[in-house]
């Protein structure tokens, strides 16, 4: 079975975003799709060392675009809204400690991650792909801080680049993401 790459032409034309950054990016994205499937294949074990980090890039990439929209922002769910008060507070609380994750030097990502076993939201930092991911738990918000995320648009000034994305999340998802983690999570009690 081969991993297809998902089509985000859709947000060619994002507010913060130019689209020579975002096409550069759907390339370098392809090619994690590209070596998942090329390792997924191979049996020598320095390509089963690696194949966590290329799947890990392919799917990181996929959640990122996934909840980015070009005409947003859209709200919050009741739901998400509810448990991210409750985790950190308030949302303005959430937000702070969210940008901060994105102030961490480094090559890696920022994610709001949802733990169904503990019911416990988390704001992380994942070092490149694989460092740092916990397991179990689903990524609700996922923003990509390697370099090629930013650079071309906005320098070393990470800052304006992650308030540019904040503007682009399309909360429509997070909040469906969490609500699918939730329900998966009572099927498992039920069952
Ligand atoms: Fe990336």
Redesign the pocket.
Known sequence: MKYEPVDFDRLLGTSGFSDKLLKD?FT??QGYVANTNKLYESEHSEDKRRFGWEFNGMRL?EY?FGNMVKDGPEGKGNDLSIKISENFGTEKSWEESFKNIGKIRGIGWALLSYDPLGDRLFNIWVNEHDGGNLTGSVPLLVM?L?E??YLADYGLKREGYVAAFLKAVDWRVVSERLEAATSRELESQNA
Do not use: E, I, R, V
Request: aromatic share 34%; charged share 10%.
């Open positions: 990016h370098l994205y990439h990122y990509d390697f090629h995320a």
